[in-house]
C-alpha cells in the first residue's frame, strides 16, 4: 500500500514534467518553466518535512496519508485548469504533501517491519519514486496524443492522473485503523518543534551524519537522472534513445533499491550506504571519458550507476527509522529529509554552474563523483564507531 502511494505521489510531483512542451506551448511560455515548478515543490518540502513530526504526531500517519491523497488528487485537477495562478497553488500543495508523505509512511512501515527485513522493506516502498517516473513519462504523454482530438489533451491526461490518488484513496481509508487524534501535541508552536528536532538531530552523532548523506546522495541522485538525457544527446544520441537510456537508469534505480535492502539487512545500513557512494563516486569519475566510449559501454555505465545512484532510499529511510527514539519516527525521518530536500534544490543547481564555468558534462560528473566519495567515508566511519 506506502509503495502505490509513493507511486501516485511522485506521478502527481512529476506530471507537469512529462507534459512540459505540450502545457508551455497550450500558455504560451517556455518549456524551461518547468524547472521553476520543480523547484517551487521542493522548497515547500523543505518546511513540510521540518513540521512534519508535529503533524504525524498529532493527526497520526493513516490520517496524513489520506490527506495527502486527497491533495494530490486536487493538485492535479487544479493543473488541469491551465490557470497560472491555481497552477502554483498546486504545486506548493505538492511540495507539502510530498514532504510529510515519508515521515507517515516511515511511522507505519516501522510499526509492520519490527520483526522483518527491515531495510528492504523500506526499500521495496522506495521502488514506488523510480516507477511513478516511469508511469509518468510512459503515460501521460500518451494520454496526452490520445485526447488530443477534444482540445487540449493535456488536461485531460492531468484529470485521468487525478484518478490514480483519489482510487488509491478510497482503498487506504477502507484498510485503516484511525486512532484519536492528540490535540495536545498541536498547542506547540510548529516551527518551535521544529527547531527543537533540528537539536535533537544535532546532539546524535549517527542521526548528524544521516542528515549529511541525506543531502549528499540526493544531490547525486538529481545529477544523475537530470542531466543523462542532455548529456547523451550532447554525444550525438538521439532524444528518443536518449530518453530510453535514462528510463533505463531509472528501472536500473528500483532494482537496485531493493537489491540494496536486502544488502542493507546483512551488512548493516551504514556500511552499505558506504558501498553506495563509493561505487557512485566510481561511476561517476569514469563519466569523464564517456566521449570515447562505444555507446554498448555508455549504457552499461549509466545502467549501472543508475542502480547506485538512485537506490540509497530505501537504506536511508530505514537507518533514519532505526535510529529514531521510541514513538519519533515521523519527526525524526522529517527533520532528517529536510537535508534531502536541500540537497535536490542544491545539487542540480551547482552541477549547472559548474557545467556553464567548464562547458562539459563529462568534466562536470567526473568533478562531483567527490559526492559520492566523501559520502562512502563518511558511512564507513559511522559504521566502524
Known amino acids: ?99 510529510l508523505n515519508n515521515p507517515a509512511s516511515s511511522e507505519i512501515l516501522n510499526r509492520s517491519a519490527q520483526s522483518g527485513p527491515h531495510s528492504l522493506i523500506f526499500s521495496i516502498k522506495q521502488t514506488g519514486v523510480p516507477l511513478g517516473a516511469v ?67 544535532y546532539r546524535n552523532q549517527r542521526l548528524r551524519t544521516l542528515a549529511l548523506l541525506g543531502g549528499l546522495y540526493s544531490a547525486l541522485q538529481l545529477m544523475a537522472t537530470a542531466f543523462t538525457v542532455v548529456m547523451l544527446v550532447e554525444h550525438g544520441w538521439s532524444l528518443v534513445g536518449a530518453g530510453a537510456v535514462a528510463a533505463g537508469l531509472q528501472l536500473s534505480g528500483a532494482v537496485g533499491r531493493v537489491s540494496w535492502g536486502v544488502a542493507a539487512d546483512r551488512l548493516g545500513g551504514f556500511k552499505t550506504l558506504g558501498v553506495i557512494g563509493l561505487l557512485a563516486g566510481g561511476f561517476m569519475f569514469a563519466l569523464g571519458w564517456v566521449a570515447i566510449m562505444p555507446q554498448w559501454a555508455q549504457v552499461v555505465l549509466l545502467v549501472a550507476f543508475g542502480a547506485v545512484a538512485t537506490g540509497w532510499n530505501g537504506v536511508f529511510l530505514a537507518a533514519a527509522a532505526r535510529t529514531a527514539p521510541k514513538g519519533k519516527v515521523g519527526s525524526n525521518t522529517g527533520a532528517l529529509l529536510v537535508y534531502t530536500f536541500i540537497g535536490v534544490i542544491v545539487g542540480p543547481s551547482a552541477f549547472a554552474f559548474i557545467f556553464e564555468l567548464f562547458g562539459s558534462y563529462d568534466v562536470c560528473f567526473m568533478l562531483f563523483s567527490v559526492i559520492g566519495f566523501l559520502g562512502a567515508i563518511l558511512s564507513f566511519r559511522q559504521a566502524a564507531r
Open 1 to 99: 500500500m506506502m509503495t502505490l502511494v509513493q507511486i501516485a505521489a511522485t506521478l502527481s510531483v512529476l506530471a507537469l514534467t512529462s507534459l512540459a512542451p505540450e502545457v508551455a506551448s497550450s500558455l504560451g511560455i517556455g518549456s524551461y518553466y518547468i524547472g521553476y515548478q520543480i523547484s517551487l515543490i521542493y522548497f515547500a518540502g523543505v518546511f513540510a518535512s521540518a513540521c512534519a513530526g508535529t503533524v504525524v504526531e498529532t493527526f497520526h500517519a493513516e490520517r496524513v496519508i489520506i490527506f495527502e491523497l486527497a491533495v494530490f488528487a486536487l493538485g492535479l485537477l487544479l493543473l488541469a485548469t491551465g490557470r497560472p495562478v491555481l497552477m502554483v497553488i498546486a504545486s506548493l500543495l505538492f511540495g507539502i504533501c510530498y514532504g
Open 135 to 201: 508511469v509518468a513519462s510512459v503515460t501521460l504523454p500518451t494520454l496526452a496524443v490520445f485526447f488530443h482530438n477534444w482540445g487540449d489533451g493535456w488536461r485531460f491526461a492531468l484529470l485521468v492522473a487525478a484518478i490514480v490518488p483519489l482510487g488509491l484513496l478510497v482503498w487506504c481509508w477502507s484498510q485503516f485503523t484511525f486512532a484519536p487524534i492528540r490535540r495536545g501535541i498541536v498547542r506547540e508552536n510548529p516551527l518551535l518543534r521544529a527547531l527543537r528536532d533540528q537539536a535533537d538531530l
